[in-house]
């Protein structure tokens, strides 16, 4: 299991904490250091059966200052996936994917293991 994270977000040190309670082994990662390759995210986004927006840290510094909320309508899939691969920041957190399903963001009752 991979979890992707930003070690100073509060709500992925909330979904960390609750993967050790749980006894949940995974992998750690550091979405700055290591930020999600354009294949690993277009892999993930189909995976997911989410929509590409989902993935998007909207309420994010980065994402405001480039004005996306509004661009984001106009860009292809392959643009949006492309900022997403460009800047760690950009990307919502925690990411948690396994061999079953990939989880964005942390919402308790979707997390049971």
Do not use: Q
């Amino acid at each position: 299991m991979l979890f992707i994270e930003y070690p100073k977000c509060t709500t992925c040190k909330r979904a960390k904490k609750y993967l050790e309670e749980h006894k949940v082994t995974f992998e750690d990662r550091h979405i700055v250091e290591d930020n999600p390759t354009k294949e690993e995210l277009t892999e993930w986004i189909k995976r997911s059966g989410y929509p590409i927006r989902k993935f998007f840290n909207t309420s994010g510094m980065k994402y405001r200052e480039l004005g996306l909320k509004d661009k984001l309508d106009t860009m292809s899939d392959e643009e949006k996936i492309e900022l997403l691969a460009s800047d760690g920041m950009l990307v919502k957190r925690p990411l948690l994917i396994d061999d079953n399903r990939i989880l964005v963001g942390f919402r308790e009752k979707e997390w049971t293991f």
